[in-house]
């Protein structure tokens, strides 16, 4: 059964980077693509890009454009998502979901990120 | 392209029919899904393509709309439906959510 597991949860300072994975097993990698959403304590759903690993062709929200870097390895089916310049409002679960033909089916379990003096 | 949805806050009884509208600020066709979440969960996806329900998903939740508005309505509300629901323009932004709550 595919599934989607990430990596624990984070401790960051302001102005540091935070680098995310994402590992999936069975046919993922080779057919879908991967997409990262996080979610802010008591907020809804952001998207925030995704990538194709077939290809590595990434995109990104407008909002985290140049602050945040999708990137897959297909030798261990992981992706990745690292952000920059981590201030106390990216304190958010961040999660990775796999891109069925535009819907998010499978989804990994979050992890936290606290960005904290 | 944005996307609105209401209620924000939904009160409701078990067995009420219940339905959710969502407004994309342009034409997304059919390209709309829905999810489900619960507290501490990850979401679930229960809808594609507007009105396609994913396997598994009780027959009382359905889709429907096209263009700008969708809707997502269950039929007989159910104890374990109590949750917040989002739609999402495909591989794209979400929308802000509705809190479905007991009344």
């Known amino acids: 059964q595919d599934q989607l597991v990430q990596s624990g949860a984070e401790v960051k300072k302001p102005g540091s980077s935070v680098k995310v994975s994402c590992k999936a097993s069975?046919?993922?990698?080779?057919?879908?693509?991967i997409s990262w959403v996080r979610q802010a304590p008591g907020q809804g759903l952001e998207w925030m890009g995704g990538?194709?690993?077939?290809?590595?062709?990434?995109n990104y929200a407008e909002k985290f454009q140049g602050r945040v870097t999708i990137t897959s390895d297909r030798s261990t089916s992981t992706a990745y998502m690292e952000l920059n310049s981590l201030r106390s409002d990216d304190t958010a679960v961040y999660y990775c979901?796999?891109?069925?033909?535009?819907?998010?089916?499978?989804w990994g379990q979050g992890t936290m990120v606290t960005v904290s003096s | 392209i944005q996307l609105t949805q209401s209620p924000s806050t939904l009160s409701a009884s078990v067995g009420d029919r219940i339905t959710i509208t969502c407004r994309a600020s342009q034409s997304i066709d059919t390209w709309m899904a829905w999810y489900q979440q619960k507290p501490g969960r990850a979401p679930k996806l229960l809808i594609s393509?507007?009105?396609r329900l994913e396997s598994g998903v009780p027959s009382r939740f359905s889709g429907s709309g096209s263009g700008p508005e969708f809707t997502l309505t269950i039929s007989s509300l159910q104890p374990d439906d109590f949750a917040t629901y989002y739609c999402q323009q495909y591989n794209s932004y979400f929308g802000p959510g509705t809190k479905v709550d007991i009344k």
């Open positions: 979901a796999r891109g069925r033909e535009g819907v998010f089916d499978i």
């Open positions: 990538i194709l690993p077939a290809f590595g062709a990434a």
């Open positions: 069975g046919g993922t990698f080779r057919s879908y693509g």
């Open positions: 393509k507007a009105s």
